[in-house]
T-cell receptor, first 118, second 110 residues
Framework: NAGVTQTPKFQVLKTGQSMTLQCAQD?????MSWYRQDPGMGLRLIHYSVGAGITDQGEVPNGYNVSRSTTEDFPLRLLSAAPSQTSVYFCASSKSTDLAGGLTGELFFGEGSRLTVL | LAKTTQPISMDSYEGQEVNITCSHN???????ITWYQQFPSQGPRFIIQ???TKVTNEVASLFIPADRKSSTLSLPRVSLSDTAVYYCLVAQGKGGKLIFGQGTELSVKP
């Protein structure tokens, strides 16, 4: 059982380049999200999705795009990388819900993708 | 959204019990409380989750008072390997916006 898989694990970009961080989960989870974590800091929510075809902005969405065409995949796109986007990116998924179908907050995280923008 | 507040850091010694308290004054009726552990260069890992009263598993206990405005993660007899950052997360039901607080950096000394 692979869980949440992120690729690549490491990436170096030049300012202005574009790239996509891939995230896939094999647990049939409806909810997926992306966080960034700067050195010595906590996790900040970038974008999230409560199901295929549905995405929404988190705390720090500027500079990032997402799409959710399938339940399994939730790629994060950087259209024009900036040094301020140097960070570790974590993808997470969740299926755990309460009786009303709401999230309970039990997230499964990937191992992270470390991005450096020069 | 329920905002969480935790101590920035805590120190302990091996074999001691550690209690980390998280404040979430504006928690909503349907919100669950979840605690995570994160080691350097790894993603956070689920430790325990609760809604009210007390929950215990093989790793930790979670105490939630009746008003649910705070919660306490209890780690019994910590070891050096428990040195990590601990986050409490209050889930916003159907909202989907799961916002983490700054976390508590626990340092366990020999």
């Amino acid at each position: 059982n692979a869980g949440v898989t992120q690729t690549p694990k490491f990436q170096v970009l030049k300012t202005g380049q574009s790239m996509t961080l891939q995230c896939a989960q094999d647990m049939n989870h409806e909810y997926m999200s992306w966080y960034r974590q700067d050195p010595g800091m906590g996790l900040r929510l970038i974008h999230y999705s409560v199901g295929a075809g549905i995405t929404d902005q988190g705390e720090v969405p500027n500079g990032y795009n997402v799409s959710r065409s399938t339940t399994e995949d939730f790629p994060l796109r950087l259209l024009s990388a900036a040094p301020s986007q140097t960070s570790v990116y974590f993808c997470a998924s969740s299926k755990s819900t309460d009786l009303a179908g709401g999230l309970t907050g039990e997230l499964f995280f990937g191992e992270g993708s470390r991005l450096t923008v020069l | 959204l329920a905002k969480t507040t935790q101590p920035i850091s805590m120190d302990s010694y091996e074999g001691q019990e550690v209690n980390i308290t998280c404040s979430h004054n504006n928690i909503a009726t349907n919100d669950y409380i979840t605690w995570y552990q994160q080691f350097p260069s790894q993603g956070p890992r689920f430790i325990i989750q609760g809604y009210k009263t007390k929950v215990t598993n093989e790793v930790a206990s979670l105490f939630i008072p009746a008003d649910r405005k705070s919660s306490t993660l209890s780690l019994p007899r910590v070891s050096l390997s428990d040195t990590a950052v601990y986050y409490c997360l209050v889930a916003q039901g159907k909202g989907g916006k799961l916002i983490f607080g700054q976390g508590t950096e626990l340092s366990v000394k020999p």
